[in-house]
């Protein structure tokens, strides 16, 4: 930044100080002033206590509860079933005694009678396919939803439970006092959706030609709802948008299926000897030394082998993992199998792809590359990856994410072409959804409640990856004229980024796009990367394995940086305000003996000419009445006495000689028709090509949230100034960005 220097200081302060003195007194309303936009957010905020501190960590009360899970499944694909029964113990830390327990029941989004349809708009499609014509109005619904056959004691004994929607309470025969445990079961089945057709998260892809299967199974067992410090229970429905609280704890879970199937899961695979053959071995303990690049364990040919067999015998693999919120599972006869090792600081992990040969060539080239480095990426900004494996599983139209699990779209055409589009889409959605692993799977935010607090940190981290992994992706999300469109249409459509996640109209754009924009702004604008990165990695680790709420996460920010972002949060997460900076006015001054008449006057009148500061440099304006065309000419300090004794009266001719010794002097008005409170960023180009660049913080706006003025002393004379000149503050209409005025081309030209 340019370093002025105590004349120049002296100089702007008489005539700063003149300024301000003629300010009419509306300036001081409050709709000019709004102190409010830079108030502290003891009005939004959660007033801290002893579970969650006020620098954002947890406090020395903090808790969390676990629930420990011991499950047998079995699919059966011919009918497209899954069965199951689980064993589970929750584990009460809290202070407080439970007197019933809640499960999420989150398969019954699909029951036949469930509410969630219910909710949606319905209009008359003036053209539709016959398809769906038949599926909308002809044909039953699918038939989804939990079964339940049993809810038991660790006795064996029945219990009482109240199923309501898509959430289950267990009566407790006394209560659940703290640090006590409980252990009951739960058996249950449900149907298995087409998701092509039915939609959802999870289920199976049906593929005519082979008459294959191939299943993403998610939410298929009764969950433990999150009891915590912040609202008690979560037991809040699950309408289809809003995704999932869980709580912690340890899985031991064996999975029934064909013999002939290749599956992954979370967790370790205890019996990897018993369900891979001996080749299959043998090039995964090659891919456990592979770093540089993927080792493939079962290959197309013995994929597409097991895709005629169709085996009615049975094989179970069993998986066990610890210290996860939950659990996912793919399975088909027509899966390849790609591996290799990535270390991540001290740790090392497996990255790993699941695809059928429809995601060749583009899958085996490119999954688990990214899987690897999304690893890496997203460890270096937070801590190192403590999971055993990541895996990406090539599932058509999906986009899903579970503990060391998740299922991403793209696929080549017929003929194995692929356009650019396809490619970094898929690659996209791998990082995306490998990403995830980190928030919300390790850092568990509450995604019923707060969609942005996972979808839009990790869009924020994704970008940074994406970035790293070839510098022309094109990312859709982290770049701020990228987000332009969206905040700048019709308020009455839009909400906060702090809206509850079943109240949303544009998804992508508030709990996605809109905070990864804001949080890329806060790194490469606001903070700097240096004091971002430290913040974010010590809120990623104050809160790995916890449950952070936004407060936590808003406070941790500040504590650890020292910048205080009140007037952040408040614009850009609890409005829809949008940025809109501009230049209103540049006036040229010029140094003059004389005193205008105007100052003349008014300096009479107030008596401000005293002995304190001595004799008076004056500025007048560039076509003001008391302006002369022989003011027109550069400004040295010789030409005028009163300064040049001055200067040789009070420095020394070492000092003088490190003076500067500016020629011109700008006067630039910026305005802000936006509502939200942003830095002011000013590329200036002199009239020899040369640039220089300003940074004002956003807090220049406390006063006045109409407009600033802010004098430039120059060199060399001003040929343009441009506000934002890189696109990085989001502002929606640069057609007020720029001096002199140019026009701008329309979309023809």
């Known amino acids: 930044m340019k370093r002025t220097f105590k004349f120049v200081a002296f100089l702007c302060c008489m005539f700063m100080g003149f300024a301000q003195a003629q300010e009419t007194p509306k300036a001081n309303k409050k709709e000019e002033r709004n102190p409010d936009k830079f108030k502290q957010m003891y009005d939004l905020l959660a007033t ?9 960590a947890p406090g020395p009360e903090y808790y969390q509860q676990q629930a420990d899970y011991k499950i047998d499944v079995e699919l059966d694909d011919k009918n497209q079933r899954l069965y199951g029964s689980e064993t589970i113990t929750y584990t ?18 699909k029951a036949r009678n469930s509410n969630s349809p219910l909710v949606e708009n319905s209009k008359t499609d003036p053209a539709i396919s016959a398809q769906t014509f038949s599926r909308k109005y002809l044909e039953e619904d699918f038939d989804g939803g939990f079964r339940i056959e049993y809810v038991k004691d660790a006795q064996g004994n029945p219990m009482k439970y109240t ?9 407790l025969p006394k209560l659940l006092q703290h640090k006590e445990k409980i252990t009951f ?25 082979d008459g294959n299967n191939l299943y993403v199974l998610a939410q298929f067992y009764p969950r433990m709802a999150v009891y915590n410090d912040v609202e008690g229970w979560q037991n809040m429905q699950f309408w289809g948008s809003g995704e999932f609280a869980l709580t912690f704890g340890n899985y031991e ?32 303990a090659l891919a456990e030394k592979s770093f540089d690049k993927p080792v493939i364990v079962v290959t197309q040919a013995e994929a597409e082998a097991a895709e005629k067999g169709f085996s009615d015998k049975k094989k179970t693999w069993k998986f066990k993992a610890e210290n996860v919120r939950d659990f996912g599972i793919s399975t088909s006869r027509k899966f390849i199998y790609d591996a290799m090792a990535v270390k991540t600081g001290n740790t090392t992990s497996m990255a790993i792809s699941l695809y059928p040969k429809e995601g060749n060539p583009l ?24 999971y055993p494996k990541a895996v990406s599983v090539n599932a058509r139209d999906q986009g899903m994410e579970y503990p060391m699990i998740c299922w991403n779209f793209g696929r080549p055409d017929e003929t194995g072409k692929y356009s650019d589009q396809t490619k970094y889409g898929m690659l996209g959605v791998i990082c995306h959804e490998v990403g995830h692993n980190f928030f919300p799977m390790i850092v568990n935010s509450d995604e019923r409640q ?3 607090m996972d979808e839009g940190l990790n869009s924020f981290m994704e970008y940074l990856a994406e970035k790293t992994f070839d510098p022309n992706f094109p990312t859709r999300r982290g770049p701020a004229k990228n987000i332009i469109p969206y905040m700048s249409g019709d308020q009455t459509g839009l909400e906060p980024i702090m809206t509850n996640s079943e109240s949303i109209r544009q998804f992508g754009n508030n709990a996605y796009g809109k905070p990864a924009t804001a949080l890329n702004i806060l790194r490469e604008t606001i903070m700097g990367p240096e004091l971002f990165d430290y913040a974010f990695k010590t809120y990623a680790n104050r809160w790995k394995f916890k449950h952070p709420t936004p407060e936590d996460f808003f406070r941790t920010m500040e504590d650890a940086s020292a910048v205080d972002l009140d007037w952040f949060w408040r614009g850009w997460f609890y409005t829809t305000d949008y940025n809109d900076i501009g230049i209103k006015e540049v006036k040229k001054y010029f140094v003059s003996n004389n005193p205008s008449k105007e100052v003349s006057d008014f300096m009479k009148t107030r008596r401000r000419r005293d002995s304190r500061t001595g004799p008076m440099v004056y500025m007048i304006a560039e076509g003001s009445a008391d302006y002369k065309p022989e003011l027109n000419k550069p400004f040295k300090i010789a030409d005028f006495q009163a300064l040049d004794e ?33 830095p002011i960023i000013v590329e200036i180009t002199f009239e020899d090509g040369t640039k220089e660049n300003h940074y004002f913080p956003a807090q220049i706006w406390r006063m006045n949230d109409k407009e600033v003025n802010r004098t430039f002393a120059t060199q060399k004379a001003i040929a343009k100034i441009v506000v934002d000149p890189k696109e990085e503050t989001a502002d929606i209409d640069t057609a007020n960005n720029t001096w002199p005025k140019t026009a701008e081309k329309s979309k023809f030209d």
Request: cysteine-free; overall charge negative; glycine content about 4%.
């Open 48 to 56: 801290p206590n002893m579970y969650r501190t006020a620098s954002g």
């Open 92 to 109: 009460n830390n809290a202070k407080e005694a439970l007197d019933y327990l809640w499960v999420q029941l989150d398969q019954n989004e």
């Open 163 to 171: 199923i309501n929607q898509t959430m289950m309470r267990i009566e």
């Open 185 to 209: 079961s739960i058996k249950w089945w449900y149907n298995i959706n087409n998701y092509i057709i039915d939609g959802g998260r999870s289920g199976y892809e049906h593929f005519e030609k």
């Open 253 to 284: 879970v064996n999975i029934t299926v064909p013999a002939d199937h290749i599956m992954e899961a979370t967790g370790t695979l205890m019996n990897r000897s018993e369900v891979f053959t001996p080749e299959q071995l043998k090039r995964y």
């Open 363 to 386: 899958w085996e080239e490119y999954s688990t590359r990214m899987v690897a480095h999304t690893l890496k990426s997203y460890s270096s900004y937070t801590f190192d990856y403590p």
């Open 450 to 452: 707060w969609t942005w």
């Open 646 to 678: 001055y200067v040789n009266k009070n420095f020394t001719a070492e000092e003088r000689a490190k003076l500067n010794e500016p020629k011109y002097f700008y006067q630039v008005t910026f305005d802000k028709p936006g509502g939200l409170v942003m």
